[in-house]
């Protein structure tokens, strides 16, 4: 395990991909408050991109933790991503403006972002790999890693021709632990057998496990007044080689709750656990759109379709049977382009980590919200 190495203080970390917002800029007073809160209760791993909030992430991470706290205190993690560069050349330069954006001179982890079949020939052609070897022999990386999206078969290609790779990153929750599109537990058993510890992302699939159906929250208020999240969390707490789990909390409550637990977490008894299941099989019924709002999908869509709003409203008319949410798809739809914009050209399915059949949705919505 990478723990005994690095100066990890506990196997829970803020993910800052979906951080408070004030209109389109981060709330830098309430993310303060969150970070000092984080790093007060002993907590210090921190998880960015670049890509995150359009750049936005990496430098709220400099005015509110890098400029404030000792570099020993924290563990800093950042990617290399691979919409942001088109040949081996651009790497270096790239790679320097992550580090002034965030006032660093060195990354404890680096990894390679969302891999899958779609990007990889591009990280090997552009020699990414080399490229992260060398800087880790300069002392400008600590770890080199991965965050990965897609079929445990090629996770098992790229750890057998990349065992310089250190931990993984992959999705994992409760819902997507035998979801055929995901393939959690595969991917899972496939860093297990090459020995890399594992980075958990979306431990409540972009809050969708937070905010549940009213059948689905019926189960755990059952309970004895856990919340969601502390259900989500410590199931994924509750499986060996999971190094960090990172949870994208976007205000100070949802900290102060994960945080509540997380600090000494217990694993979910057997009642619990049964909860749990129930969960599964309710939300399996429901059909709702599994989108976890990440927005890669967004910017190569050439009509400029919202789709993560387009499958929140339709999530809210099925699954919460929401009878504002026809009026919500009109109000987001009034300036930009609706789902029969279409052209079906399929580069949002191509983007998509959670492998979602973006046009036959849209399709579906077009019945539901438009006809
Ligand atoms: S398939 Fe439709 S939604 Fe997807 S990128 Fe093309 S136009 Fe946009
Ligand atoms: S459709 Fe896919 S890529 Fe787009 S926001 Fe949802 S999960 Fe992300």
Redesign the pocket.
């Known amino acids: 395990m990478l723990r005994p190495y690095l100066n990890v203080k506990q196997n829970f970390g803020f993910g800052c991909m979906r951080l408070p917002m004030k209109g389109s800029e981060v709330d830098l007073e309430e993310f303060q408050k969150m970070v000092d809160y984080f790093m007060k209760n002993g907590f210090n791993y921190f998880d960015t991109a670049r890509v995150y909030t359009e750049g936005k992430s990496e430098l709220a991470l400099r005015e509110c933790l890098t400029k404030k706290y000792p570099r020993d205190s924290y563990v800093f993690a950042n990617k290399l991503s691979s919409p942001l560069f088109s040949k081996e050349e651009d790497l270096e330069p790239l790679f320097n403006k992550q580090l002034e954006s965030t006032g660093l001179t060195y990354f404890d982890f680096y990894l390679l972002h969302a891999v899958g079949k779609r990007n990889y020939s591009k990280y090997v052609s552009c020699k990414c790999f080399e490229f992260m070897k060398k800087l880790k022999e300069e002392g400008k990386i600590k770890h080199l890693c991965m965050s990965f999206h897609d079929t445990p078969e090629f996770l098992d290609e790229i750890l057998t021709n990349h065992p310089e790779i250190e931990a993984v990153q992959i999705q994992f929750n409760y819902l997507d632990y035998d979801n055929p599109n995901v393939r959690s537990k595969e991917c899972y058993e496939v860093c297990v057998k090459h020995n890399k510890p594992i980075i958990v992302m979306e431990p409540v699939k972009g809050g969708s496990l937070v905010n549940l159906s009213p059948k689905a929250q019926k189960i755990f208020s059952s309970l004895n007044g856990g919340s969601n999240a502390s259900y989500a969390l410590r199931y994924v707490s509750s499986f060996d080689n999971i190094f960090m789990i990172l949870s994208g909390m976007s205000d100070m409550s949802q900290m102060q709750d994960n945080l509540s637990f997380m600090k000494d977490v217990r694993p979910l008894s057997s009642l619990e656990m049964h909860a749990v299941e129930n969960v599964v099989n309710t939300i399996k019924h429901e059909k709702s759109i599994p989108c976890t709002k990440c927005r890669y ?1 967004v910017d ?4 400029g ?1 919202n ?1 993560p709003e387009i499958f929140s409203c339709y999530n809210s008319s099925i699954v919460y049977e929401s009878w504002t949410a026809k009026a919500e798809y009109n109000k987001i739809t009034e300036d930009s382009s609706k789902a029969s ?9 191509e983007a998509c980590p959670q492998h979602i059949k ?2 036959e949705y ?1 399709s579906i919505i077009v019945s539901h919200f438009e006809n």
Request: charged share 20%; hydrophobic share 30%; aromatic share 0%.
């Open positions: 999908c190569g869509c050439p009509m379709i789709i914009d279409c052209i079906k050209c399929g580069q949002c399915e973006i046009r849209l």
